[in-house]
T-cell receptor, first 113, second 113 residues
Framework: SQQGEEDPQALSIQEGENATMNCSYKTSINNLQWYRQNSGRGLVHLILIRSNEREKHSGRLRVTLDTSKKSSSLLITASRAADTASYFCATNGGQGGSEKLVFGKGTKLTVNP | DAGVIQSPRHEVTEMGQEVTLRCKPI?????LFWYRQTMMRGLELLIY????????DSGMPEDRFSAKMPNASFSTLKIQPSEPRDSAVYFC???????????FGDGTRLSIL
């Protein structure tokens, strides 16, 4: 079964707006990672947040982690049409063990120009 | 730097035929992962290797699937005999450590007729 579950399944916004995607998981984790997948391509790693961290930034990306609620969020600020992609959270540790990543089913983001 | 290289990018074959998918991981990465992605089931881990040794093959769907890693720069995933339900995108990924970000290839889109 999937460890991470993203919400919403699909999101459509206008260029310049912020996009927020959420991820919930079920068991304890070592870290949580966010990946991006453009159509027809492989996944690309965006950001990793450790279980003892609460917030992390990378450029226009902001990730939060709440281990008490077993949830994470990915915020993309000032979105661009090029941000159109599917975004996946993946958990490391817990039921997957320390070496395996368990992926959610993703949020499909569409940024309209 | 070359990323993870998969071949072929597309494969169309008839049911019952043998299919071999190939992967070249990033040089120096000790971990190699094989995934399958479908709309219904999302991204599933099939098997992973550490230093060319299979560590966990619990995700391999059945005996028709086999994977090998004869050396640090090459891995194969074989399906024999293939069935229409095997149609999916198969990804290979590698990482330097087990709990670190994974680098994905662009996948092989497999269609079994």
């Amino acid at each position: 079964s999937q460890q991470g579950e993203e919400d919403p399944q699909a999101l459509s916004i206008q260029e310049g707006e912020n996009a927020t995607m959420n991820c919930s998981y079920k068991t304890s984790i070592n870290n949580l990672q966010w990946y991006r997948q453009n159509s027809g391509r492989g996944l690309v790693h965006l950001i990793l947040i450790r279980s003892n961290e609460r917030e992390k930034h990378s450029g226009r990306l902001r990730v939060t982690l709440d281990t008490s609620k077993k949830s994470s969020s990915l915020l993309i600020t000032a979105s661009r049409a090029a941000d159109t992609a599917s975004y996946f959270c993946a958990t490391n540790g817990g039921q997957g063990g320390s070496e395996k990543l368990v992926f959610g089913k993703g949020t499909k983001l569409t940024v309209n120009p | 730097d070359a990323g993870v290289i998969q071949s072929p990018r597309h494969e169309v074959t008839e049911m019952g035929q043998e299919v071999t998918l190939r992967c070249k991981p990033i040089s120096g990465h000790d971990y190699l992962f094989w995934y399958r992605q479908t709309m219904m089931r999302g991204l599933e881990l099939l098997i992973y290797f550490n230093n060319n040794v299979p560590i966990d093959d619990s995700g391999m769907p059945e005996d028709r699937f086999s994977a090998k890693m004869p050396n640090a720069s090459f891995s194969t995933l074989k399906i024999q005999p293939s069935e229409p339900r095997d149609s999916a995108v198969y990804f290979c990924a590698s990482s330097s450590l087990g709990n670190q970000p994974q680098h994905f290839g662009d996948g092989t889109r497999l269609s079994i007729l």
